[in-house]
């Protein structure tokens, strides 16, 4: 069987390092690596759970989305609960590997993922493009891209919680329910940083994670106003009389989780083409949403 600086390898040609943000650190967190590994368990978020469970199916490697560690730590004790959890992967055996904006922005990743898997057509385009000559594909953070036909917004919106693992919290939408909408602007994970480039790329929605009340207030105001002015003959903004973009959503660690779909495929086929050797990657269907209920009475 592969040992797992091979297997790290391979996780890191489909989703290079190069393409995480600056402030990312992303690779082989726990790990020897002559480690033979058979089998690979992945899940959105390395949590006390998932490590159980990653134990308990005999994971030789588990790949996460999110990170264990995003700051920098002085101790790994037993004292707090990231070294409660690297002492239990080094005592069973379990290395821990996490892609998280580097498979944001990659082939098959986790955007691209969720746009394939939200029914955008073949050929959606990055949000935030990254320039990577070696790649023949069109890489970077978010996409961008077209429904087959235009829906309703309400129906894309159920199209998209349909298409999510359930969770408690649900999926919101803003907007007119009864737009039509065909260009769609997608980053899973925490996306209102990116309200401008969504604008830009004329999307009809825009669906991402951690919507705060303030910038989606302000963002539907500014495009029902500029929409009114219109009517009025004054041009704004794109120009056009439609209230755009709407928002969708959606639960953080829910989306991310799409990107297993794939990676359940093309990483035992990679492993496979490099060594030879074959190894099972299995999804941990866990959900690592935080919240328990969402109450509406």
């Known amino acids: 069987m592969p040992n797992l600086k091979q297997v790290v390898d391979v996780l890191e040609r489909l989703y290079p390092l190069r393409y995480a943000e600056s402030w990312d650190e992303p690779g082989l967190i726990v790990g020897a690596l002559d480690h033979p590994v058979n089998r690979i368990c992945c899940a959105a978020d390395p949590t006390s759970a998932v490590v159980d469970e990653a134990i308990a199916r005999g994971a030789d490697l588990l790949v996460c989305h999110h990170p264990l560690f995003f700051r920098s ?39 691209w993922a969720a ?56 999926v919101q939408v803003c907007g007119d329910l009864e737009a039509p909408v065909r260009r769609v602007a997608l980053l899973p994970g925490s996306g209102d940083s990116m309200f401008d480039e969504v604008r830009a790329s004329g999307a ?17 105001e500014q ?14 903004g794109r120009g056009d009389a439609r209230i755009r973009p709407a928002f969708v959503n959606t639960p953080h660690s829910a989306i991310e989780s799409l990107w297993f779909a794939y990676a359940v495929e093309d990483v035992p086929a990679a492993v496979l083409a490099d060594t030879g050797e074959t190894v ?18």
Not at 204 to 220: E, F, G, K, N
Not at 282 to 294: L, V
């Open 73 to 111: 730590v002085h101790q790994i004790s037993g004292l707090g609960f990231r070294g409660d959890l690297v002492n239990r992967l080094v005592e069973h055996g379990c290395a821990l590997w996490v892609g998280h904006t580097n498979a944001d922005s990659a082939y098959r990743g986790v955007a």
């Open 115 to 170: 746009a394939d898997l939200f029914g955008l057509k073949p050929g959606h385009r990055p949000l935030v493009p990254i320039d990577d000559p070696a790649s023949e594909h069109e890489m970077g953070l978010g996409r961008v891209g077209e429904l087959p036909e235009p829906m309703r917004l309400i129906d894309f919106a159920r199209r998209v919680a349909r298409t999510l693992p359930h969770t408690e919290l649900g």
């Open 204 to 220: 009809d929605v825009y669906v991402t994670s951690d919507l705060r009340h303030h910038p989606v207030t302000d963002a539907i």
């Open 223 to 236: 495009a029902r106003y500029e929409a009114r002015m219109r009517d009025r003959g004054f041009v704004l």
């Open 280 to 297: 099972a990657m299995e999804h941990i269907e866990r959900n690592t949403d935080p919240w328990e209920a969402s109450i509406h009475d």
